[in-house]
């Protein structure tokens, strides 16, 4: 058990709509990363927050936004869903930004 | 451009023969970390090893080794005696300080299939 908690672990949702997706980092991580996982893309680094203000972008679509709470949880948050968005999404955390990341089980993502 | 490039794209063996992953990463960053994750058929993703820039050190962690060489921008991953258990897929992964954000770009993965 990594010490990171995503929730759901499996959505399905239909094209058009709207999900939240929601992690909790390991106790005291300060650094939350989310990554998108799929069959033609791999791995892909979305986005991070240190400490409630966004660190870096990666390539995320303008349909996707996050935000971490003054708790340190996470949400990332996934609109006008296509077909194309199905994947795991990731979160992890880490307790500094040269630390090493542990990752969440993810959530898988059907959109329909 | 791909920074870090697994060629292997699947490799299967029977129990106990050693696995050799290979890991090339491309940076001119002369601050950065190299880390490899185990992804099960489960579907998380579970920590190996990090080594920074600095370490070229090999390292052994029981059945698992790593051979880092700067000069040939390489960070292999061996599994020795390799187990059914060790099915699963293998990504190499680079975060870079010169951005200071320290994001993780992952190689494509390598799966490796240990039959009994």
């Known amino acids: 058990d990594s010490g990171v908690t995503q929730t759901p672990k499996h959505l399905i949702t239909a094209t058009g709509q709207r999900v939240t997706l929601r992690c909790s980092p390991r106790s005291g991580d300060l650094s939350v990363y989310w990554y998108q996982q799929s069959l033609d893309q791999g791995l892909q680094f979305l986005i991070q927050y240190y400490n409630g203000e966004e660190r870096a972008k990666g390539n995320i679509l303008e349909r996707f936004s996050a935000q971490q709470f003054p708790d340190l949880h996470s949400e990332l948050n996934l609109s006008s869903l296509e077909l194309g968005d199905s994947a795991l999404y990731f979160c992890?955390?880490?307790?500094?930004?040269?630390?090493?990341?542990?990752f969440g089980q993810g959530t898988r993502l059907t959109v329909v | 451009a791909q920074k870090v490039t697994q060629a292997q794209t699947e490799i299967s063996v029977v129990e106990k023969e050693d696995v050799t992953l290979d890991c090339v990463y491309e940076t001119r960053d002369t601050t950065y970390y190299l880390f490899w994750y185990k992804q099960p058929p489960s579907g998380e993703l579970v920590f190996l090893i990090r080594?920074?820039?600095?370490?070229?050190q090999n390292e052994i962690s029981g059945r698992y080794s790593w051979n880092f060489q700067k000069s040939t921008s390489s960070f292999n991953f061996t599994i020795t005696a390799s187990q059914v258990v060790d099915s699963a897929v293998y990504f190499c992964a680079l975060s870079e300080g010169g951005s200071n954000d320290y994001k993780l770009s992952f190689g494509a993965g390598t799966t490796v299939t240990v039959r009994a």
């Open positions: 080594r920074n820039s600095f370490d070229e």
């Open positions: 992890a955390s880490s307790g500094s930004l040269r630390a090493e990341a542990f």
